[in-house]
Structures are given as C-alpha cells and as structure tokens.
C-alpha cells in the first residue's frame, strides 16, 4: 500500500460512525491503490524510463491525464476537479512534456504504452 493510500485508511477508521464519509473514504482509497497499481506495472513493463515517467507525474497530473483519456475538455477536467482553466491548462503541458507528446491524443497513447493508463 503507498504512502497515500496509508494515510486514507487511517482515516477511514478515524470516520468512525459517519457511513457516508467512510464510503467516500474507501472510493479514494481504492482510486489510490488502483493509481499505485498502474505506475508499479508502468514501470515493470518500461524499465527505468517507466519508472522515471510514473515518479515524475503527481498525483493531480495524473487525474487531469486519466480525464483526458475520457475525452475531457479543460472546462469538464476543471469543473470536475475545481480547478481553472489555466490550471488545468499548466497541468496539462507538464504532463505532455513529462510523457514527450505534443498533443493531448499523444499524451494518452503514451501514456497506455507505459502502463499508466
């Protein structure tokens, strides 16, 4: 279990008796340990460049990344995640720089070669 998804369950045994935090708790946790699943297997199948590639993305590119995949505009990815446009937009070229892809269609195919997706 990462480091993250440590700290998710403890909350969830901290939510105690409130059913519906613990129920948005667990979601994160598995959400999070599907996330550590995916940049573990990148970077078995990659080597060294997939492990390089799924520790340089954060947390918050790789969601605006899975949105993308969705066929997210910035607007939905934004609205989605209560971030700005021009957020999203920065996110954005981070991980197309990070993924060596010019466009957002390349950022998702390399992406899925790598495991991340």
């Known amino acids: 279990m990462s480091e993250i998804g440590s700290g998710v369950a403890e909350l969830v045994v901290r939510a105690g008796g409130d059913p519906e935090l613990r129920a948005r708790l667990i979601r994160l946790q598995r959400h999070t340990e599907n996330a550590t699943a995916a940049l573990q297997a990148a970077r078995r199948a990659d080597g060294d460049r997939g492990e390089d590639i799924a520790d340089a993305l954060t947390p918050r590119e790789y969601d605006v990344l899975r949105l993308v995949a969705t066929g997210g505009t910035n607007g939905e990815i934004g609205a989605r995640l209560g971030l700005s ?33």
């Open 85 to 117: 446009n021009n957020t999203v937009k920065s996110y954005l070229r981070a991980v197309m720089q990070k993924l060596q892809a010019r466009n957002r269609a390349q950022a998702v195919a390399n992406a899925r070669r790598h495991g991340l997706l």
